[in-house]
Nanobody, 119 residues
Framework: QVRFVESGGGLVQRGGSLTLSCDAS????????MGWYRQSPGKQRDLVAG????????YYGDSVKGRFTIARDNAKHSVYLQMNDLEPQDTGVYYC????????????WGQGTQVTVSS
């Protein structure tokens, strides 16, 4: 059974930082490109960042470029999202999942982790 378990969310002030973690199981993690997605209140779920199996190709959404960093540890079956200089518009539920490129969304989702940025 495929599982993605996100953690590390919380409440932070504008300008603060958080690091999200995602532990994957039930997949051959080293062969899967992975991504972080965000669903903000009243908005559709969007791709925030993606990373390929060999770390050679990394994607960032325009709104997070220069502030967020995605990384993976294949030995730990984990993917991370370092978020710096957080803004209120970064508020939302963050999910990790497969990364299929900017235009495609995975069909199934876990619980996610809530990030709230106060002004």
């Amino acid at each position: 059974q495929v599982r993605f378990v996100e953690s590390g969310g919380g409440l932070v002030q504008r300008g603060g930082s958080l690091t999200l973690s995602c532990d994957a199981s039930g997949i051959v993690f080293s062969r899967q490109s992975m991504g972080w997605y965000r669903q903000s209140p009243g908005k559709q779920r969007d791709l925030v960042a993606g990373i390929t199996v060999d770390n050679r190709t990394v994607y960032y959404g325009d709104s997070v470029k220069g502030r967020f960093t995605i990384a993976r540890d294949n030995a730990k079956h984990s993917v991370y999202l370092q978020m710096n200089d957080l803004e209120p518009q970064d508020t939302g539920v963050y999910y990790c999942n497969y990364y299929f490129g900017p235009a495609l969304m995975p069909p199934n989702w876990g619980q996610g982790t809530q990030v709230t940025v106060s002004s």
